[in-house]
């Protein structure tokens, strides 16, 4: 059982970073391509969380924490750059 929902997930997610990744290259405006950004790197964050969960070990939570750390100081960079930009 637990295999089988690891391979759902699986699809799920790889399903959802590849739609990310076609936003991020087809994104007419930068504010598309942040946002497809921080869904991917939100889909890695699952990801590694899942992978966490299916194999019953925490010594990845430091990786989940730099990643979340990481896309919020990204997106709020990047949306602060935008702003000033359209000023």
Excluded: C, K, W
Aim: positive net charge; hydrophobic residues 60%; charged residues 15%.
């Amino acid at each position: 059982m637990t295999t089988f929902l690891a391979v759902v997930l699986t699809v799920l997610l790889s399903v959802t970073a590849l739609l990310a990744l076609a936003r991020l290259y087809r994104g007419p405006s930068l504010v598309d391509r942040v946002i497809a950004a921080d869904m991917l790197l939100a889909t890695m964050v699952g990801a590694v969380g899942a992978e966490a969960a299916v194999n019953r070990h925490a010594t990845t939570l430091p990786v989940l924490v730099v990643l979340s750390l990481l896309g919020f100081v990204g997106s709020v960079s990047l949306v602060r750059f935008a702003v000033r930009e359209q000023r």
